[in-house]
C-alpha cells in the first residue's frame, strides 16, 4: 500500500530539479544529471553525513536523466536497483532515498530496510515541501528544508546515538592523527569528568555557526552530569567558521574572554592548515584552562592565566623569598641580643653620693631603664582586588539549554 501511494504522488508531484548544479560525488549525494553547484552540493553531503552519525539512519539523494540511462526503468524500479547496488538494506542498515527524474519532472521517495520507521503521512509531507518550493524555483531551500524536516523526524521516532568525541566530517584528519587527539581527550574527561568534542563540517545549513554547535553538542548527547559539563569545538569549511559551544560547567570555566585568548594561537594554524597542530594545541589549552578553574578563578579579565612553568617558577620564587626573609629575621634578632659590653668595674652602677669612707656601695646607680620586646605579632588582611571579571554571556540553545561560547573567521 505503501509503495502505491509513494508511486501516485510521485506522478502527481512534479518539479524541475532543483539546487544549481555540481560534479557527482561519493557518499550520501548522487548527482547523475549534473545539477548540483559544488558548494551546495558540499553543504547537502555534509548534513546527510550527519543525519547518519545522529541517527544510525541514512538518507540518499539522486538525480537522473532516464532518456541518457540504457535501461528504461520506472523511478520505483531504479530505486530498487540502486539499493541493490549499494547493498542497502542487507545488514539490518535503513534508510530513505530521495530520487529526482529531470526527464520525468518527478520526485519520489523510497525509504529501504525498516521501512516501518517513515511513515505515508510524513513522506506525503516531505512531497508537499517539494511543492512549496519548486513554485518558487528555490531549490536548494527545498533540499534543505526536507533535510530538517527527516531530522526532526528521527529525532522523535528514532533518538539520538551518542556521538563520539571527534567527528570529522570534513575529512581535515588521518586515522593516526584523530587517535592521538582522541588520547587527549580521554585523558581531559578522566582528570575533569569534563566532556569534549571535535566536529569538522563542509556545512551548516540554514543555521548560524552558534546554532549549529550547540545542536551539535546538545543533540549529539554530549556532557558529562545532570548539567551535561562540557564544550564542542567546531570548524565550518564551508564558510571557515571556527566556535566554541560551552555547557554546564564549561560555561564557569571558559568565559567570552578566555575562550578568545584561547584561540588566539589555533586560528593561525587552522588558516594555514596545520589541523591537527590546531587540535593538539587546542585541546592543550583546554587542559589548562581547566586546571586554572580548579582554583576558583578562571581565567578572565583580571585572572591571569597559569601555565604548568608559572606555576613551577611560582614555587621556587616562594622558597627564594622565604628562605631570604628568614636570614634577614635571624641575623636582626641576632643582633640585637649581642648588646652586652664587658666591665672591668662595678663603680659604673654605683651611686656616687652613696659611698661612705670605706669604699662601700650604698646603693645602684641605674641611668636609664628600657622595655626590649623580642618577638612581634602581625596581623595582615587581604587587599580586595579592584578587577572585575568579564564572565560568560548565554544564550539558550534549540534544546532548552543554556550555553556559552564564542568563536570567529580563520
Request: with cysteine.
Amino acid at each position: 500500500m505503501k509503495k502505491v501511494l509513494s508511486a501516485i504522488s510521485a506522478v502527481t508531484l512534479v518539479f524541475f530539479l532543483l539546487i544549481p548544479a555540481a560534479a557527482q560525488s561519493e557518499g550520501y549525494v548522487y548527482d547523475n544529471a549534473k545539477l548540483l553547484d559544488n558548494v551546495p552540493g558540499e553543504v547537502v553531503q555534509s548534513l546527510l553525513e550527519q543525519l547518519n552519525t545522529d541517527y544510525g539512519v541514512s538518507m540518499y539523494i539522486i538525480t537522473r536523466n532516464s532518456d541518457d540511462e540504457k535501461e528504461k526503468l520506472n523511478v520505483e524500479g531504479y530505486s530498487q536497483k540502486f539499493c541493490d547496488e549499494k547493498g542497502l538494506g542487507k545488514n539490518g542498515d535503513k534508510g530513505l532515498l530521495a530520487v529526482f527524474d529531470v526527464d520525468k519532472n518527478m520526485s519520489y521517495f523510497y525509504p529501504y530496510g525498516s521501512r516501518d520507521i517513515f511513515s505515508n503521512d510524513f513522506m506525503n509531507g516531505l512531497f508537499e515541501t517539494v511543492n512549496k518550493y519548486y513554485s518558487g524555483g528555490e531549490y536548494y531551500s527545498m533540499y534543505l528544508e526536507i533535510i530538517k524536516k527527516v531530522d526532526g523526524y528521527l529525532y522523535e521516532k528514532v533518538g539520538l546515538q551518542k556521538q563520539p568525541n571527534i567527528i570529522d566530517n570534513a575529512g581535515l584528519l588521518s586515522d593516526d592523527e584523530e587517535s592521538l587527539l582522541l588520547q587527549k581527550i580521554e585523558n581531559i574527561v578522566e582528570t575533569y569528568s569534563f566532556d569534549v568534542a571535535i566536529i569538522t563540517t563542509n556545512g551548516i545549513g540554514n543555521k548560524t555557526i552558534a546554532e549549529y554547535s550547540d545542536d551539535s553538542y546538545d543533540y549529539g548527547g554530549y556532557g558529562i552530569g545532570p548539567n551535561y559539563d562540557g564544550l564542542a569545538f567546531v570548524i565550518n569549511m564551508g564558510d571557515r567558521d571556527y566556535y566554541t559551544t560551552t555547557c554546564g560547567y564549561g560555561i564557569t570555566a571558559f568565559t567570552d574572554y578566555g575562550i578568545e585568548k584561547m584561540c588566539e594561537d589555533v586560528v593561525p594554524l587552522l588558516t594555514s592548515g596545520d589541523y591537527y597542530e590546531a587540535f593538539s594545541l587546542y585541546l592543550d589549552n583546554v587542559s589548562l584552562f581547566l586546571e586554572q578553574a580548579k582554583t576558583g578563578k578562571p581565567y578572565d579579565v583580571g585572572n591571569k592565566l597559569k601555565t604548568t612553568e608559572d606555576y613551577v617558577a611560582g614555587e621556587i620564587i616562594v622558597l627564594v623569598v622565604s628562605l631570604v626573609i628568614s636570614a634577614i629575621i635571624a641575623f636582626s634578632v641576632r643582633s640585637s641580643m649581642n648588646n652586652a659590653k664587658a666591665k672591668t668595674s662595678a663603680t659604673n652602677y654605683i651611686k656616687r653620693s652613696s659611698v661612705n669612707a670605706a669604699g662601700s656601695a650604698g646603693g645602684v646607680n641605674l641611668k636609664s631603664c628600657s622595655d626590649v620586646f623580642m618577638y612581634s605579632t602581625t596581623s595582615k588582611t587581604p587587599k580586595q582586588s579592584s578587577s572585575s571579571s568579564g564572565g560568560s554571556s548565554t544564550h539558550i540553545g534549540s534544546s532548552g539549554r543554556s550555553h556559552g561560547g564564542g568563536g570567529g573567521k580563520f
